[in-house]
């Protein structure tokens, strides 16, 4: 198992910017896709962004798009969130998470191990 922690979270006006960062120990980082989800207050989980192993491949939700970027340090350990042009809809705790393949999905099930999360507020 890996043991991921998440930082960076805070409180941002609507067009700010923030950079979550999660850092990974445990097995071998480099070898799993890793993930960002989101969960607003009163909703389910859902998928954010997703990177492959090597930091060459990514995937993302729609409502994201243009304005996040994922982004992996294999050598740090450490998956990145750079999100911009923030919207008070993406309002919410944002958790990192560890896939069991090397190819990111958007499903939770597929992945093994999660952050305790990091809260994001966007004020409008």
């Known amino acids: 198992q890996v043991q991921l922690v998440e930082s960076g979270g805070g409180l941002v006006q609507a067009g700010g910017s923030l950079r979550l960062s999660c850092a990974a120990s445990?097995?071998?980082?480099?070898?799993?896709?890793m993930g960002w989800f989101r969960q607003a207050p009163g909703k389910e989980r859902r998928f954010v962004m997703g990177?492959?192993?090597?930091?060459?491949?990514?995937n993302y939700a729609d409502s994201v798009k243009g304005r996040f970027t994922i982004s992996r340090d294999n050598a740090k350990n450490t998956v990145y969130l750079q999100m911009d042009g923030l919207k008070p809809e993406d309002t919410a705790v944002y958790y990192c998470?560890?896939?069991?393949?090397?190819?990111?999905?958007?499903?939770?099930?597929?992945?093994?191990?999660w952050g305790q999360g990091t809260q994001v507020t966007v004020s409008s």
């Open positions: 998470a560890a896939s069991k393949f090397a190819f990111p999905t958007t499903r939770g099930p597929d992945y093994v191990s």
């Open positions: 990177i492959d192993w090597s930091g060459g491949s990514t």
């Open positions: 445990g097995r071998t980082f480099s070898n799993g896709a």
